[in-house]
């Protein structure tokens, strides 16, 4: 195990200056900090507070003034009181409109139920990106260790092709080994190439993720507890079960739910006419000079009692409700799902032994300089070099498979914070 540490960070030291270096702690903690995607959803969250704060305004009040005549004589019989301003007379109203039904509890209510649809979608944002985070951060340590030995295994073969085309053109050995070393090389070269297309592909997903710099060429995840500890120990199924109805996409279709709800009341509420308190003050246009008059209005509701928007709103919560039952269900079957998954992978880990691969590394060594020396067959060594590598493939892809399952369970289990 040591000499594969330092295997790793002798490869470290071919990159570029400008490598980023991060641990996993040190990822997720720039990761909350840095994405873009995070920060636009706490703004959406700001802006329905907002929105919460307009719900709870009354209407404004209407001020009206009319009936002023800006060219009347200036003569002493019709002069008002004051000389200014010059007129004779003015219509003053003024209405505020009293919301009936509840309609501002009902749009209070409303709102806080979106502010809370925000936040659930924050919190399952999170879950998401989090889940990709760990996910994109093992696959890159895979691709890290793979590209460290494969590398090392392409120099290796290189070397014993140039030889053997040597010996195949001096006719020491048969010419079938060498083409037999070129078309294992090959093979080494090709799964190299597809191994560096997936590392940057991950380095893409890390680099949105992050949000890291152009600058910044590369990014190398400290490749420690890539390994997995044995471990047989399972968290309980019935209590990840419970965790269900907070789940942030549930608490999400629960809050919908609750908005519908609300609209529901909101609408309803609106089949009855808002009042109208009115004032008024005339100067020379009634039956005295100085006139004062209060009055009331309303709409009268004789065919348009909201029946459409009511329709629609009960229909929307109909909709709301059979969501919120499959959002709970979908969660409670990938709980179960992601759990047995774990318990798999966990049994087949547990049953293989991380030494066979310094052993293989070992026996390598010896293995081609026994055949330099001709101690042992061409055909064994191939065959020896063809199942270090697939030992190498099957145990990094294991490992990666098994902090999935965990990221994965992880991610199905995941509530609100705020949930009790």
């Given at each position: ?31 909350l900090q840095k994405n ?130 040597i010996l195949a053109q ?46 910044d060429q590369l990014l ?201």
């Amino acid at each position: 195990m040591l000499r594969h540490i330092l295997l790793l960070l002798s490869i470290t030291q071919a990159f570029p200056p400008d490598t980023l270096y991060l641990t996993i702690v040190e990822a997720e903690a720039r990761f909350l900090q840095k994405n873009l995607l995070l920060y636009a959803q706490k703004l959406r969250i700001d802006a329905e507070r907002a929105l919460l704060l307009q719900a709870r305004l009354w209407p404004n009040p209407t001020l009206s003034i009319d009936q002023m005549d800006f060219f009347a004589p200036s003569t002493p019989e019709y002069r008002p009181l004051s000389e200014f301003p010059r007129f004779y007379q003015i219509a003053v109203s003024f209405s505020q409109t009293l919301l009936t039904a509840g309609k501002r509890l009902h749009s209070i209510t409303l709102q806080k139920a979106a502010i809370h649809i925000q936040e659930a979608a924050f919190a399952d944002l999170l879950r998401n990106l989090r889940y990709n985070l760990h996910t994109h951060l093992r696959a890159l340590q895979r691709d890290q260790i793979l590209l460290t030995t494969l590398a090392r295994q392409e120099t290796l073969l290189t070397d014993l092709v140039h030889r053997y085309e040597i010996l195949a053109q001096s006719q020491i050995v048969p010419e079938v080994e060498y083409l037999r070393l070129q078309s294992l090389l090959q093979s080494v070269r090709t799964t190299l190439r597809e191994q560096r297309l997936s590392y940057e592909e991950t380095q893409n997903q890390l680099r949105q993720l992050l949000n890291l710099p152009i600058q910044d060429q590369l990014l190398w995840i400290d490749t420690a507890g890539f390994w997995p500890e044995r471990d047989t120990t399972m968290p309980p199924l019935d209590s990840l079960l419970s965790l269900a109805p907070y789940r942030p996409d549930v608490r999400l279709a629960a809050y919908q739910l609750a908005y519908d709800e609300a609209n529901l009341r909101l609408q309803k509420a609106y089949a009855y006419p808002d009042l109208n308190l009115l004032a008024s003050y005339d100067r020379l246009g009634g039956y005295r000079i100085d006139q004062i008059g209060f009055g009331v209005g309303f709409t009268l509701p004789l065919w348009n009692r909201n029946q459409g928007q009511i329709r629609a709103a009960a229909a929307l919560r109909q909709a709301s409700q059979v969501l919120y039952e499959n959002a709970l269900s979908t969660a409670q079957s990938e709980i179960l799902t992601a759990w047995r998954n774990l318990a798999l992978l966990k049994t087949q880990w547990n049953q293989t032994s991380l030494t066979l691969l310094s052993t293989y590394q070992d026996a390598e060594t010896r293995y081609r300089l026994a055949l330099q020396n001709q101690r042992v067959s061409f055909l064994a060594y191939i065959d020896f070099f063809q199942s270090y590598k697939e030992l190498l493939l099957n145990l990094t892809q294991l490992a990666y498979a098994y902090h999935q399952a965990q990221a994965k369970l992880q991610h199905a289990s995941t509530t609100l914070p705020t949930d009790p």
